[in-house]
């Protein structure tokens, strides 16, 4: 097998660029972009832009239209689909098009790919080019969501929060607002846009009564809030309940949730999960199987302390975005971003496979990718 020329990596480096103009738009569906090239030429080029719409395979073609393809390359970050689905094979739209050489990023893991687009075009005699190296890693990063759904059936996990310098997330009263600038506050809003979900624990719903909706321009539709209430304690009257028609929400209880509560959630538009086990660790991975299974493959978990350390514990939070703020509070009781079990040995400590840092307003964004799908 051939290996990627120097203009296959430019071409190959614009597809991967491409593909994240669908971010928060095409989910379930992975980000993906293509560009079609003969030599330093682009013929055509484009990106999947809404689910149901062209992949951006035929985008690319469609771009192309009336060029001579014959001799050209597409270049695609994504392994072409070889089924149908919303719509017709992309295998089929490159063979008809009469491209001759196809150059892949990264695989596809679903069940009804993994490796049999590419099989295909290669027994219709298409020269199949698979790079690695630093566009291969770009290109998986880009789909982590993706990925890890299609793997697991659960949702790609981001934790979310905003603490001091000290390491403190609230003062012993609760109080949180505001620890980040408002301009971190803002990125936090992009990233609800492009998640399918934002999650919380009942603690966060009860003392903040918030929306957890995306209040940015230009979102094309609001994530599913989530609600972790074992006790199904979540008032008619919040905020989230109230909105429930308009934006869906979700409140995972327990059996020891009371039916008339659960009842009663459910009359006023919400959907009641009913996460299973023996802990508090396994009704987490009980509440993401039900979640993942019902088409949420990316979630953002914004706390608090008591929620979040159960998905620690659980193994279940996949990236770290955490604001450190100019300030500190101190305190033996102050809240820390993470509770629950954790370890007993620094040995057995979950490391970061990245770590990033930069600057957002007066704050320092640390960012932290715990798992790679």
């Known amino acids: 097998m051939s290996a990627p020329t120097d203009i296959d990596r430019r071409h190959l480096a614009r597809a991967i660029e491409l593909a994240e103009g669908g971010r928060g738009r095409v989910s379930p569906n992975p980000l993906v972009g293509a560009v079609i090239g003969r030599h330093d030429e682009v013929l055509g080029e484009g990106f999947h832009q809404a689910v149901g719409g062209p992949h951006a395979e035929v985008e690319a073609i469609q771009a192309a239209a009336g060029r001579d393809l014959g001799g050209a390359t597409l270049y695609v970050s994504l392994e072409p689909c070889c089924h149908t689905g919303r719509t017709p094979p992309c295998t089929e739209a490159i063979r008809a098009a009469g491209i001759g050489r196809v150059v892949v990023a990264s695989d596809d893991p679903s069940e009804h790919a993994s490796g049999r687009g590419l099989g295909i075009l290669r027994d219709e005699g298409v020269e199949v080019v698979v790079a690695d190296g630093e566009l291969a890693t770009r290109a998986r990063l880009l789909n982590q969501p993706f990925r890890k759904h299609a793997r697991t059936g659960r949702p790609w996990v981001l934790f ?198 930069e600057r957002v307003g007066d704050d320092l964004l640390v960012s932290a990718r715990m798992r790679e799908w």
Do not use: Y
């Open 160 to 357: 979310k929060s905003a603490m001091t310098l000290d390491g403190k997330v609230a003062t012993r009263g609760g109080d949180s607002k505001w620890i980040s600038g408002e301009e971190s506050r803002r990125l936090a809003h992009h990233w609800r846009a492009q998640c399918d979900a934002v999650a919380v624990g009942i603690g966060t719903a009860l003392a903040d009564d918030p929306r957890l909706t995306a209040r940015i321009d230009g979102v094309i539709r609001q994530p599913r809030r989530v609600v972790f209430d074992s006790l199904a304690r979540l008032p008619l009257g919040s905020q989230l309940v109230r909105d429930a028609r308009k934006v869906p929400l979700t409140v995972v209880v327990s059996r020891a949730a009371p039916r008339t509560a659960t009842d009663a959630l459910a009359t006023h538009g919400a959907d009641v999960v009913v996460a299973t086990g023996e802990n508090e660790t396994a009704r987490v991975r009980s509440a993401l199987d039900q979640l993942g299974a019902d088409g949420i493959g990316s979630m953002l978990l914004e706390g608090g302390p008591h929620l979040a350390g159960a998905f620690l514990d659980a193994g279940e939070v996949d990236e770290m975005r955490l604001f450190l703020a100019p300030m500190v509070l101190g305190g033996r009781t102050a809240r820390d971003p993470l509770e629950g079990e954790g370890v007993e040995a620094i040995a057995d400590a979950a490391r970061a496979l990245t770590l990033d840092c």
